[in-house]
């Protein structure tokens, strides 16, 4: 039986993971937070991350949904073009079908599309310039 005095409920706490509740429990009482050591490697804000796609000629396959950064292939990239992408911090995320890099800025998945509910554009009709503020 659902017991909601016992359930589970997360918060995104930006840099610092995901903060996880569990109330009332006896072996937990009180958020933790949880890191893996990818998120703590991960400090590529938007602006490198769509220079580094741009630089590597990935544009075509790429699209900036929120803040996130996704690589949609055709195909199975080559395995060079797959370790170059891990090392700069995208992932396979096995639920979109697609390679994405959060620019620091964790979730925990949810069930949704995020292309529903966050704008969506494709990486070459965004400018970085336009992404720097400006000098005062």
């Known amino acids: 039986m659902f017991d909601p005095a016992r359930s589970i409920r997360y918060t995104n706490n930006g840099p610092f993971g995901a ?3 569990l109330p009332g429990s006896h072996v937990l009482d009180g958020p933790f937070f949880w890191r893996t050591w990818q998120m703590a490697n991960e400090t590529h804000n ?3 991350v769509l ?3 741009k630089a590597q000629g990935l544009g075509p396959f790429a699209e900036v949904v929120g803040r996130w950064v996704w690589l949609t292939f055709p195909d199975k990239p080559a395995a060079d073009v797959r370790e170059q992408i891990k090392g ?5 995320i096995v639920k979109r079908g697609r ?3 959060n620019c ?3 979730s925990i998945g949810g069930q949704a599309d995020p292309r529903t509910k966050y704008p969506v554009l494709p990486v070459d009709l965004v ?5 720097r503020p400006v000098a005062a």
């Open 46 to 48: 938007l602006i490198e």
């Open 127 to 131: 400018s970085v310039d336009d992404l």
């Open 88 to 92: 700069y911090g995208f992932r396979w």
């Open 19 to 21: 903060s996880v509740t």
């Open 51 to 53: 220079e580094f796609v």
């Open 104 to 106: 620091g800025h964790y």
């Open 99 to 101: 390679w994405a890099h």
